[in-house]
């Protein structure tokens, strides 16, 4: 088979790399995508690193064995703990591997205005430090604010969204970054997009959102072009989902997430 009719990659910890996948299916149409949801695991923000970093290997291994084209880790807490493992198994099995770490950095970088970056992530993420350095190895001094979030995402992903229990959690979580006087927030979680409205409300129509979506999407397109293995249907391309956890829960859910229908689509999977 042609490299260029593989189909992408994508995992999470959950049903929160569905966020990028709809951006990725709306700027990359002709693309197939496999999209392994580690919702049997999740969630992936309050767990020791050297557990992250086993799983999201064995993940990656599994991606890998069933032929992809490339390697998109659609997860913050992931990349932060398995980022460079993974980059390394995708070199030796010559498939280019796309983090939301750097892509977010450089966008977040590129349009602040006053240099004061806030980012909004998981325990595990903020403690790895990934985003710090991701923004400091682009040149530009900034003063980056970081705020954990621990209880944010599983909120999220078991609904519902939108309630007083999480209008206030998101304040809280708003105070220290109001505080440093942010111009823009990196969206730190795929979670997180979900609340984007609750965010932008707290911390003023002036605080510029950076979310992983269009940014992974940007850097998948500029990798294959350059590669020569964009897909050249000029058709809609396929989605299909393997899911570690319940398949009718991550359907139902992730259907609110994808914005599309996920139903026949998704099957079991062991990890």
């Known amino acids: 088979m042609n490299r260029a009719e593989l189909p992408i990659?994508?995992?999470?910890?959950?049903?929160?790399?569905?966020?990028?996948?709809?951006e990725c299916l709306v700027s990359l149409p002709a693309e197939d995508f496999l999209y392994l949801g580690d919702s049997g695991h999740f969630p992936y923000?309050?767990?020791?690193?050297?557990?992250?970093?086993d799983r999201a290997g064995a993940i990656?291994?599994?991606?890998?064995?069933?032929?992809?084209?490339?390697?998109?880790?659609?997860?913050?807490?992931?990349?932060?703990?398995?980022?460079?493992?993974?980059?390394?198994?995708?070199?030796?099995?010559?498939v280019p591997v796309v983090t939301v770490v750097g892509p977010e950095a450089e966008i977040a970088a590129?349009?602040?205005?006053?240099?004061?970056?806030?980012?909004?992530?998981?325990?595990?993420?903020?403690?790895?430090?990934?985003?710090?350095?991701?923004?400091?190895?682009?040149?530009r001094p900034l003063t980056v604010t970081e705020v954990a979030?621990?209880?944010?995402?599983?909120?999220?992903?078991?609904?519902p969204t939108f309630d007083e229990e999480v209008l206030g959690l998101v304040r809280g979580y708003c105070q220290p970054l109001s505080?440093?006087?942010?111009?823009?927030?990196?969206?730190?979680?795929?979670?997180?997009p979900l609340v984007a409205p609750m965010l932008q409300r707290m911390l003023g129509r002036d605080v510029s959102l950076v979310t992983a979506?269009?940014?992974?999407?940007?850097?998948?397109?500029?990798e294959l072009a350059a590669s020569g293995e964009l897909?050249?249907?000029?058709?809609?391309?396929?989605?299909?989902?393997?899911?570690?956890?319940?398949?009718?829960?991550?359907?139902?859910?992730?259907?609110?997430?994808?914005?599309?229908?996920?139903?026949g689509r998704a099957e079991k999977v062991r990890i």
Do not use: W
């Open 149 to 159: 979030a621990p209880d944010l995402a599983p909120i999220i992903q078991n609904g």
């Open 60 to 94: 990656a291994t599994q991606l890998l064995q069933r032929g992809v084209k490339m390697l998109v880790i659609a997860c913050n807490s992931a990349t932060a703990a398995a980022g460079d493992e993974i980059r390394q198994l995708g070199a030796e099995a010559g």
């Open 179 to 192: 505080e440093a006087g942010i111009d823009t927030l990196i969206l730190g979680c795929t979670h997180y």
């Open 231 to 263: 897909a050249e249907s000029e058709g809609e391309g396929d989605y299909r989902f393997l899911v570690s956890g319940d398949v009718g829960t991550f359907v139902e859910v992730g259907t609110r997430f994808l914005q599309l229908p996920l139903a």
């Open 213 to 222: 979506g269009h940014a992974i999407a940007a850097a998948i397109q500029r």
């Open 9 to 22: 990659g994508v995992f999470d910890s959950g049903v929160g790399g569905l966020t990028v996948l709809h």
């Open 110 to 139: 590129s349009i602040s205005g006053s240099g004061r970056v806030g980012v909004l992530a998981t325990p595990a993420t903020v403690d790895s430090g990934a985003y710090r350095r991701a923004l400091d190895d682009l040149g």
């Open 45 to 53: 923000g309050t767990k020791p690193v050297a557990e992250l970093r």
